[in-house]
């Protein structure tokens, strides 16, 4: 049994409305002169991008951009961003957008700072040192990217989105400016939100630190759930049942963009230290294979999830009820089941798709997924319930 859990995120977090206007100073601060921006050609379009040059343009800083960033970047377009980076030789790499980008941002810092190719660093802990100085800033309120140790991209040939993890790659910068998710559309919004509450409730319910074993040899990427874990993510689910829908169906509200932007913040903190279970690990083969956003994927699983883990989690299930609004009750059952019928509520009051059908999966897929989920041991071994490849069928069988 374990006796000691260990907590990590981003070297500095500055979070606020208007926060990205200090960002010239905060960069001069580390020495950082020559900065390559990763961000995508609608962010460009819109003029966010140019919010985020102006700042470094006014401390004396050359600015690069690559404008190619994609939602579920594949592997291809990793590479477009490394060799154009390697042409302008910079001293840092900022992500700007969603996770998307800031997670094609982290694999460009780790393939400038320690060379090869993506492919070299799948997996955990395959980076062996600091990366070249990284910054992010989203632009969404989701990933929680901008403080996470984690970057995934998509393996076109194989069909399944394959995930670098390491602490190297926590930003040495995360400017959090709530501001610049105010024009996030509202499906955007909707599918990185119920990805910051997927992030949350699964760091929350998370194998508790003491029991965590792996194999001999075999490192694990998370510390499972641990105190400090708890009161973050609690925060986190708290937050997102307040303001979701409102941030989602009500465009103009600062208020609860502002809340979700700290929501989504403290779910990175909260998942990249605790872990992601079996909603992630049967996400990535779902979402490689039918094209669907990552955080729409985890919505759409993530009640069936915690179907199948409710005989272990009961009382925490119970607890989000209760964060929901919930009075407290000695039916401790009944309150965990409010919590999931709540969470299903939820998906269709900011329109997740409820089925994996309605994206496009069919039966005949379900045993593919559950057998590449299968050998994501990592989030195996941190989900709370053990799970077969059979059960691991079961739950998408549930979810068709």
Same mark, same amino acid.
């Given at each position: 049994?374990?006796?000691?859990?260990?907590?990590?995120?981003?070297?500095?977090?500055?979070?606020?409305?208007?926060?990205?206007?200090?960002?010239?100073?905060?960069?001069?601060?580390?020495?950082?002169?020559?900065?390559?921006?990763?961000?995508?050609?609608?962010?460009?379009?819109?003029?966010?991008?140019?919010?985020?040059?102006?700042?470094?343009?006014?401390?004396?800083?050359?600015?690069?951009?690559?404008?190619?960033?994609?939602?579920?970047?594949?592997?291809?377009?990793?590479?477009?961003?490394?060799?154009?980076?390697?042409?302008?030789?910079?001293?840092?790499?900022?992500?700007?957008?969603?996770?998307?980008?800031?997670?094609?941002?982290?694999?460009?810092? !780790?393939?400038?700072?320690? +060379?090869? %190719?993506?492919? /070299? $660093?799948?997996?955990?802990?395959?980076? =062996? *040192?600091?990366?070249?100085?990284?910054?992010?800033?989203?632009?969404?309120?989701?990933?929680?990217?901008?403080?996470?140790?984690?970057?995934?991209?998509?393996?076109?040939?194989?069909?399944?989105?394959?995930?670098?993890?390491?602490?190297?790659?926590?930003?040495?910068?995360?400017?959090?400016?709530?501001?610049?998710?105010?024009?996030?559309?509202?499906?955007?919004?909707?599918?990185?939100?119920?990805?910051?509450? !997927?992030?949350?409730?699964? +760091?929350? %319910?998370?194998? /508790? $630190?003491?029991?965590?074993?792996?194999? =001999? *040899?075999?490192?694990?990427?998370?510390?499972?759930?641990?105190?400090?874990?708890?009161?973050?993510?609690?925060?986190?689910?708290?937050?997102?049942?307040?303001?979701?829908?409102?941030?989602?169906?009500?465009?103009?509200?600062?208020?609860?963009?502002?809340?979700?932007?700290?929501?989504?913040?403290?779910?990175?903190?909260?998942?990249?230290?605790?872990?992601?279970?079996?909603?992630?690990?049967?996400?990535?083969?779902?979402?490689?294979?039918?094209?669907?956003?990552?955080?729409?994927?985890?919505?759409?699983?993530?009640?069936?999830?915690?179907?199948?883990?409710?005989?272990?989690?009961?009382?925490?299930?119970?607890?989000?009820?209760?964060?929901?609004?919930?009075?407290?009750?000695?039916?401790?059952?009944?309150?965990?089941?409010?919590?999931?019928?709540?969470?299903?509520?939820?998906?269709?009051?900011?329109?997740?798709?409820?089925?994996?059908?309605?994206?496009?999966?069919?039966?005949?897929?379900?045993?593919?997924?559950?057998?590449?989920?299968?050998?994501?041991?990592?989030?195996?071994?941190?989900?709370?319930?053990?799970?077969?490849?059979?059960?691991?069928?079961?739950?998408?069988?549930?979810?068709?």
């Amino acid at each position: 049994m374990r006796a000691t859990w260990n907590f990590y995120t981003a070297g500095q977090l500055t979070f606020g409305p208007g926060a990205v206007r200090q960002l010239g100073d905060l960069v001069v601060r580390h020495r950082l002169r020559r900065v390559y921006v990763v961000t995508d050609k609608t962010l460009v379009d819109l003029g966010v991008a140019q919010r985020v040059i102006e700042p470094l343009h006014a401390a004396g800083m050359t600015v690069e951009v690559f404008d190619g960033g994609e939602a579920e970047p594949s592997i291809h377009v990793a590479l477009a961003a490394i060799e154009q980076a390697r042409a302008y030789k910079p001293d840092a790499i900022l992500g700007l957008g969603g996770g998307s980008n800031m997670d094609l941002s982290k694999i460009t810092a !780790t393939v400038l700072g320690h +060379g090869g %190719t993506p492919r /070299d $660093y799948f997996g955990f802990d395959r980076i =062996p *040192g600091p990366v070249m100085p990284l910054i992010c800033v989203p632009t969404t309120a989701g990933t929680g990217s901008e403080v996470s140790h984690a970057a995934v991209l998509t393996d076109t040939e194989n069909k399944i989105k394959v995930s670098t993890l390491s602490n190297w790659l926590r930003p040495t910068l995360a400017v959090v400016d709530p501001e610049l998710t105010y024009s996030c559309p509202k499906q955007v919004a909707a599918d990185s939100g119920i990805d910051a509450l !997927t992030h949350a409730i699964e +760091g929350y %319910t998370a194998t /508790d $630190y003491r029991q965590l074993v792996t194999p =001999p *040899g075999e490192a694990c990427a998370y510390e499972g759930s641990f105190p400090l874990g708890d009161v973050i993510a609690e925060k986190a689910i708290r937050l997102v049942g307040e303001n979701l829908v409102r941030a989602v169906n009500e465009p103009d509200n600062h208020e609860a963009r502002n809340n979700m932007a700290l929501a989504s913040t403290l779910a990175g903190i909260a998942f990249s230290n605790c872990g992601v279970g079996l909603v992630h690990a049967l996400e990535y083969p779902m979402g490689g294979a039918l094209h669907c956003s990552h955080g729409a994927g985890n919505g759409l699983l993530l009640p069936f999830v915690m179907r199948f883990n409710l005989p272990e989690r009961t009382a925490k299930f119970a607890k989000i009820a209760e964060l929901w609004g919930a009075e407290a009750a000695s039916d401790v059952d009944a309150m965990a089941e409010r919590a999931i019928a709540s969470v299903e509520q939820l998906k269709r009051d900011i329109s997740i798709p409820e089925r994996i059908r309605d994206i496009g999966g069919t039966q005949e897929q379900l045993l593919g997924f559950a057998e590449k989920a299968f050998e994501i041991k990592r989030l195996l071994w941190v989900n709370p319930r053990e799970a077969s490849l059979e059960e691991l069928r079961g739950i998408l069988k549930s979810a068709l």
